[in-house]
């Protein structure tokens, strides 16, 4: 369901159990990254109502989350601050064609392995810390379904720039790359470090 290629190694867990404070702060700034993407999605695809429809439900929805990841923060006494830039993120939008329609389904299909990524890092997150922390491991659980609709959602809607069989072909060597891109690690504790 999520096309991902791999899954998360217990390399991250460790990043989570040494720092899980780095860990919800990173998760606040992908909730507004993810908004961010959604509205420029929206400004570069004006014209695509349906495209625009889609990306104003996932804006609100990223908001939100980043509103609940804030409220975890104060309710934990942590203090939201600017981190580094991983290169998860960076690398996989490096990939992107730059001519159109090409370009259109890469960045939809490229949010979409985020959100996969996203998806399947908070089912683990829940799990790992659920013996010690139920109240995050029940957030993390809450948030699951909508980061697999969004994923499902961008897939659909590059369907409108492609057809269905190359859209999965792109995804499936997408999903390739986002592996590759994952294995190298990274010494930053971030949420796709």
């Known amino acids: 369901m999520l096309h991902l290629q791999s899954e998360s190694t217990q390399r991250w867990l460790g990043q989570v159990d040494e720092n899980l404070p780095e860990i919800l702060i990173d998760h606040a700034h992908c909730e507004r990254k993810a908004a961010s993407t959604a509205m420029n999605l929206m400004n570069s695809y004006t014209d695509n109502r349906p495209l625009c429809v889609e990306m104003t ?15 975890v923060l104060d309710r934990r006494g942590i203090t939201f601050k600017r981190l580094a830039s991983g290169h998860y993120g960076r690398e996989l939008n490096a990939l992107t064609r730059q001519r159109e329609p090409e370009r259109g389904v ?9 959100e996969a990524r996203s998806c399947e890092r908070f089912r683990l ?5 659920r013996s010690r922390d139920n109240e995050l491991a029940d957030f993390y659980a809450s948030l699951f379904e909508s980061e697999a609709r969004h994923h499902t959602t961008y897939v659909k809607l590059a369907e409108q720039f492609a057809p269905r069989r190359d859209v ?3 995804l499936d060597q997408l999903s390739e790359q986002e592996t ?3 294995a190298k690690g990274s010494p930053l504790a971030r949420m796709h470090s």
């Not at 439900?57 to 409220?71: A, K, N, P, S, T």
């Not at 890469?106 to 985020?114: H, Q």
Request: proline share 0%.
């Open 125 to 129: 997150l829940a799990d790992h810390v």
């Open 180 to 182: 590759a891109i994952l």
């Open 57 to 71: 439900r996932i804006i609100q929805e990223e908001l939100e989350h980043f509103h609940m990841v804030m409220d």
């Open 168 to 170: 999965l072909e792109r």
């Open 106 to 114: 890469d960045r939809l299909l490229i949010a979409s392995l985020i």
